[in-house]
């Protein structure tokens, strides 16, 4: 059983930075992929960022690429989302997510993920 919970979430001006984090519990964490999600009020959450199991690999949503970095640190049993270049349409909450299957990793679909923390709020002011 993996148990997840972010960190990091806040009020921040448009084009300024955030950097979340999630803290994992469970033994087989660091063997599952991981990833961000987000959703905004009245939409549908949606994919961010996913990392593969040791951090070497990662696939970024066309909107958050270039802005955004994601990486882990498995000897610390976390998963950090850096984000950069902020904009309005940011706003959301965020969750961190991890699945079992370390070949499923870049799964975009947010129904195929396993795991969730309970979210953070990301709020970027105009």
């Known amino acids: 059983q993996v148990q997840l919970a972010e960190f990091g979430g806040g009020l921040v001006q448009a084009g300024g930075s955030l950097r979340l984090s999630c803290a994992a519990s469970?033994?087989?964490?660091?063997?599952?992929?991981s990833g961000w999600f987000r959703q905004a009020p009245g939409k549908e959450r949606e994919f961010v960022a996913t990392?593969?199991?040791?951090?070497?690999?990662?696939n970024y949503a066309d909107s958050v690429k270039g802005r955004f970095t994601i990486s882990r640190d498995n000897d610390k049993n976390t998963l950090f989302l850096q984000m950069n270049d902020l904009k309005f349409e940011d706003t959301a909450v965020y969750y961190c997510?991890?699945?079992?299957?370390?070949?499923?990793?870049?799964?975009?679909?947010?129904?195929?993920?396993?795991?969730w923390g309970p979210g953070t709020q990301v709020t970027v002011s105009a």
């Open positions: 997510a991890a699945l079992r299957d370390a070949t499923a990793w870049r799964t975009t679909n947010p129904t195929q993920w396993e795991y």
């Open positions: 990392i593969n199991y040791n951090g070497e690999s990662t």
């Open positions: 469970g033994r087989t964490w660091r063997w599952n992929g």
